[in-house]
């Protein structure tokens, strides 16, 4: 099995920095694309960020030039640094990835989430 593992979130001022991490652990043989998804109360959740093994990112407007995604592939881990933050911001914040098993299986794994709240 594979876990994937959010933390960094919080609560912070409109203006602000946050920085996140998601770590995946267990029978991982290789991960391919990381992303970071968003849910706001009352919302569907959406595309935040993702990022290739080899480094290549995508961003979803809203979030471009404020946010930078990254990853430590030693580490199977990925970040999600935020800046200029506004309230509209607000969600939790899950991490997924394209994971391939020990056992040779490809699944998407998605992590428990983390909140973030933005205040005005």
């Known amino acids: 099995q594979v876990q994937l593992v959010e933390s960094g979130g919080g609560l912070v001022q409109a203006g602000g920095s946050l920085r996140l991490s998601c770590t995946a652990s267990?029978?991982?043989?290789?991960?391919?694309?990381m992303d970071w998804h968003r849910q706001a109360p009352g919302k569907q959740r959406e595309f935040v960020a993702t990022?290739?093994?080899?480094?290549?990112?995508n961003y979803a407007a809203s979030v471009k030039g404020r946010f930078t995604i990254s990853r430590d592939n030693a580490k199977n881990t990925v970040y999600l640094q935020m800046n200029s933050l506004k309230p509209e911001d607000t969600a939790v914040y899950y991490c997924?990835?394209?994971?391939?098993?020990?056992?040779?299986?490809?699944?998407?794994?998605w992590g428990q989430g983390t909140q973030v709240t933005v205040s005005s």
């Open positions: 267990g029978s991982i043989f290789s991960i391919d694309d």
């Open positions: 997924a990835a394209v994971v391939t098993t020990t056992s040779r299986s490809m699944t998407d794994y």
């Open positions: 990022i290739t093994r080899g480094g290549s990112t």
